[in-house]
């Protein structure tokens, strides 16, 4: 019994002892970190006709801002919203509720404001406008550099119109 432990102990202090650094991948870590740095804040320019009253708009929109993504969503993406990306992979959507409580959202968080009622609290009192809107979403360091929102367009998480639609829907009448 002592001996067979003696012998193991030997085996694996050899086992240690190998210079295995050969086999070891080392990854630069300051390459990966550079490659990973959010890219510096940046506003945009909001497109003619980006904020509609379209039901097609307003319901891709709703159901970026409710899911997580193309794999975990229950019900099919409307018109014009696909659960897979262009490299055929599972598409990312908003999850806003994660952070910001709306209308219909279940299990939202309150990292961020409450968005219920936004059109007649915000917009049509003159405090936030469309512009507003859509330049938080694609980049919401512009108006507050320490933020704890997502960024979506510098990153390219979004492309524009999807940034459009998600604006749609926040300031629709719900
Ligand atoms: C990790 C949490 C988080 C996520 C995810 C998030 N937000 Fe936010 N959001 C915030 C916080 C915090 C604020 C308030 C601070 C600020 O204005 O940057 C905010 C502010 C906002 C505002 C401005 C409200 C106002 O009038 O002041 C809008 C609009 C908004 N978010 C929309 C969205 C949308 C749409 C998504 C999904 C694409 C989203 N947020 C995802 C945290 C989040």
Do not use: W
Request: glycine content about 8%; charged content about 25%; proline content about 5%.
């Amino acid at each position: 019994m002592k001996k067979t432990l003696i012998m193991s102990l030997l085996v694996s202090a050899s086992v240690f002892a190998a210079d295995y650094s050969g086999v070891i991948e080392k990854p630069n870590a300051s390459k990966l970190i550079e490659k990973d740095l959010l890219a510096p804040a940046k506003a945009f320019i909001m497109p003619a006709g980006c904020v509609t009253s379209n039901p097609e708009s307003i319901a891709r929109g709703a159901f970026i801002f409710h899911n997580l993504n193309g794999k975990k969503a229950k019900k099919n993406p409307p018109k014009g919203l696909s659960r897979k990306n262009a490299k055929g992979k599972n598409k990312q959507y908003g999850n806003c509720i994660a952070c910001h409580n709306i209308e219909g959202a279940r299990g939202a968080g309150n990292i961020g404001p409450d968005l219920t009622g936004y059109k007649g609290m915000f917009v049509d009192s003159g405090v936030r406008d469309n512009k507003f809107v859509f330049q938080k979403i694609a980049d919401p360091r512009i108006d507050n550099m320490d933020t704890h929102m997502t960024v979506n367009l510098t990153t390219k998480l979004f492309t524009t119109k999807e940034i459009c639609d998600i604006t749609s829907y926040i300031v629709s009448p719900k």
